[in-house]
């Protein structure tokens, strides 16, 4: 026995309602016209901001040049200050791109250790 063929399956597709609802052009083209919802993330996080974050563990050097790389990746102006236990970062720049670089200060080089940290 043979199977069916695949039109059998296949639903009817109105193009006169589409076409009526603007959905398709001339040029075959598909416009789409949906918000789109991304609930919290995605909204705002360009706001300009300056913050003080204070890092607590133990710190080198190299602290200094990771958060300096970061913050030219992410466009962010930082003055870091650092002794051995304990880094403070001031940050200035878009409020989303700010989280993004105190994520990766958490994380820190692997000579460094980030106990714990807090924002002013």
Not at 91 to 114: H, K, T, W, Y
Request: charged share 20%; proline share 4%.
């Amino acid at each position: 026995m043979s199977d069916p063929p695949i039109s059998a399956f296949k639903k009817p597709f109105s193009r006169s309602a589409q076409a009526a609802a603007g959905l398709i052009t001339a040029d075959r083209t598909y416009t789409v016209h949906r918000p789109v919802q991304s609930g919290g993330f995605g909204r705002g996080g360009n706001d300009f901001m300056r913050v003080k974050m204070t890092f607590h563990g133990q710190f080198s050097h190299s602290f200094i040049a990771f958060i300096e790389g970061k913050a030219a990746q992410l466009s962010i102006s930082v003055t870091v200050t650092l002794n051995a236990a304990q880094a403070t970062v001031e940050a200035q720049g878009c409020s989303a791109l700010i989280g993004a670089l105190e994520m990766a200060a958490c994380i820190a080089p692997d000579d460094c250790r980030v106990d714990s940290w807090e924002l002013d």
